[in-house]
């Protein structure tokens, strides 16, 4: 596979994104769940974090906050050193257009788009020129080794394959960060080997930072930290020494 | 708006082809009944138009009582110095011809029977020159400007009198000074205006018969023909400022039928516009609504990768324009062809009310209704599109994301 080009470096001190305090319930009729209870984290350039925990411990709802889909009751997120937990919806929308790849585990492709125009629409939307899009598709189509499947259609791919076109979707506007919600359970073994190495690969390669929330060990294993969730808190944090320690 | 997002909306279209085609479908059935009922009612303004204006003339001049008021005797309002007045007339760029007329009332008699008759002195051969064959003749020959003491009656009116041509009978009218006047004349022809009522009363005779039995030289109006119906107004203006003793009216002024038709037409094909309409919308917001509830989690994802809502908005808006537009255009086609077969294989449609003929059934088409009929059903197709759209592309992205 052909390492990506051109990544893109922040200053190293400034973290890609900071949370700080962040809490946030949900309200079931009456009920109200508490689905984050003030965790702080933060994630360098470059660094892959994995979010780990059972069904309710706040993985997605913290993935919501860092990706700007959702907003928290309290505390702060801060993206590229810059506050925007109280920014306007649309302000919001050009900031994930910008800065933020997303993957999601059932792959979210659009069906009637080829692959070169799902990987396309990204740049389509930042307004890039569309000599340049077809240059930058074209690159990370080869890099994740999809570049013969430019024209093909979602539905004509495997799984993997799938995961593939929407990782180089993430990553193909060079973003800051990407957030990945279980990006291999839809995956067998082997697939999902490919991905992480994939996902490490051009990741790193554009310095990009991943937050990722999974209960693939083998995910957990490859990512430079882990966080564990329980009950809306932090649990407990492995670096990469450790964590192999911690899974064992 | 880029041509990308036109791309994503055919695409999206063809997503569910069944579902677009049933909407296409339907939108195109709506636009060629909106276009043939259209082209329909403007056949039947433009025909009225012209038997209006062929009837009575583009415009009608004379004095200003005669339009304002029934007269005490005859002619008492009737226009003098007839011939030099045509003379000015004609002398117009637009006009084509002048046709004096003289209309009375009166008794019409075979000896046995008298009945009532409504009376019209015309220049038969300036007449018949200038409107074409405009009576249908059952019976004998039209009338001679030559050709003294002959008249032609309605066909209702003959059958009434037992005449045929070559009948003699005795017509009785007041004078212009109020005495009876009365004068042998012969059937000359027998006609049909194709309307019963009209038929049963209505009787042409030449001007100078008419004069001589109500006893003058004047006529009741000017029928002043144009070269074209586009000359009306211009011609009006003119001739008005030309006579401003006179009183110029336009063939609309009197085409009580025309008004009264297209009155009717209008609200009834206004109706039928608006509820065909609304069922094109219905069904364009049902295919809509259903394609947005099945993409709530693409619209999710989209909004999540950076999409505004009124991008997302637009893309809805564009895919109605697809689906509308494709139907109108269908439809107008649709339309086009029927319109083309009935000029090919003409269909006779039966008298109308208080009428005794057919008529073709021809469909006008005219660019302007097409162009307003497909514009509008684009609009409402994508208004509609648009609007079912709205609550989605602004649901939380989360919801969205959650959609099952």
Request: overall charge neutral; some cysteine; aromatic content about 4%.
């Amino acid at each position: 596979m052909n390492p990506i080009v051109t990544p893109l470096k922040l200053p190293e001190t400034t973290p890609v994104l900071d949370l700080r305090g962040l809490h946030k319930t949900y309200r079931l009729g009456k009920h109200v769940v508490p689905a984050l209870q003030g965790v702080d984290l933060t994630l360098q350039a470059g660094e892959m974090l994995a979010l780990t925990g059972p069904s309710g411990s706040g993985k997605s709802t913290l993935l919501n906050l860092a990706g700007l889909i959702d907003k928290p009751d309290d505390g702060e997120v801060i993206l590229r050193g810059r506050t925007v937990t109280s920014i306007g919806e649309t302000e919001a929308t050009l900031l994930r257009r910008d800065a933020i790849g997303f993957v999601f585990q059932s792959f979210n492709l659009v069906p009637v788009m080829t692959v070169a125009d799902n990987v396309d629409y990204p740049l389509f939307l930042s307004g890039v020129p569309a000599a340049e899009r077809r240059e930058r598709v074209a690159q990370i189509l080869a890099a994740v080794g999809l570049a013969e499947h430019a024209k093909h259609r979602p539905d004509a791919l495997s799984g993997g394959q799938r995961q593939r076109v929407a990782i180089a979707r993430a990553l193909v506007k060079r973003p800051s960060l990407v957030i990945a919600d279980e990006p291999t359970a839809s995956l067998d073994s082997h697939t999902a080997d490919q991905v992480l190495d994939l996902m490490r690969e051009v990741g790193h390669a554009q310095g990009a930072a991943f937050l990722v929330a999974t209960h693939d060990a083998r995910l957990l294993r490859r990512c430079d930290r882990v966080v564990a969730l329980l009950d809306g808190r932090i649990l407990d944090v492995h670096t990469e020494a450790s964590h192999e320690l911690a899974m064992a | 708006m880029s041509s990308q997002w036109l791309k994503f909306a055919w695409l999206n279209t063809l997503r569910n082809r069944r579902r677009s085609a049933v909407t296409v479908g339907i939108a195109s059935l709506g636009t060629a009944a909106i276009l043939l009922a259209g082209g329909f009612a403007l056949f039947t303004y433009q025909g009225l138009a012209q038997i209006s204006a062929r009837t009575t003339g583009h415009l009608i001049v004379g004095k200003p009582a005669q339009f304002q008021r029934d007269e005490d005797t005859p002619l008492q309002n009737g226009l003098d110095d007839v011939a030099a007045l045509r003379a000015r007339l004609l002398a117009d760029p637009d006009v084509r011809q002048v046709l004096p007329r003289v209309e009375f009332s009166g008794l019409i008699s075979n000896g046995d029977k008298s009945t009532v008759m409504l009376a019209a002195g015309i220049d038969p051969d300036a007449e018949f020159a200038v409107k074409g064959p405009f009576l249908k003749v059952t019976e004998g020959e039209v009338l001679q400007s030559s050709e003294r003491g002959k008249v032609m009656l309605g066909a209702g009116l003959a059958r009434s009198l037992k005449a045929t041509p070559g009948t003699s009978l005795t017509l009785l009218a007041s004078t212009t000074e109020g005495a009876l006047n009365a004068l042998d004349v012969t059937v000359q022809g027998v006609f049909s205006t194709g309307i019963p009522d009209v038929d049963k009363r209505l009787v042409y005779l030449d001007l100078a018969t008419a004069q001589k039995l109500i006893v003058t030289q004047r006529v009741s109006t000017l029928g002043v023909f144009l070269r074209s119906m586009e000359a009306t107004h211009p011609a009006r203006e003119r001739i008005a400022a030309a006579l401003p003793q006179l009183a110029v009216q336009t063939w609309l002024d009197q085409a009580a039928f025309y008004t009264s038709v297209k009155e009717l037409y209008n609200r009834i094909f206004g109706a039928l516009g608006l509820i065909i309409g609304v069922i094109v919308v219905f069904v364009v917001t049902n295919a809509m609504a259903m394609a947005i509830i099945e993409r709530t989690r693409e619209i999710g994802t989209l909004r999540a990768m950076g999409t505004l809502p009124g991008q997302l908005t637009r893309s809805f808006a564009l895919e109605g324009m697809v689906l509308g537009g494709a139907g109108s255009l269908l439809g107008a086609g649709v339309a086009l062809v029927v319109s083309v077969a009935l000029l090919m294989f003409p269909v006779e449609m039966p008298p109308p009310p208080g009428r005794s003929n057919g008529y073709p059934l021809q469909i006008v088409m005219d660019p302007t209704l097409y162009i307003a009929t497909l514009l509008a059903m684009v609009a409402l197709s994508m208004l509609a599109s648009a609007w079912v759209a709205r609550r989605t592309v602004t649901k939380p992205i989360v919801d969205a994301l959650a959609h099952v």
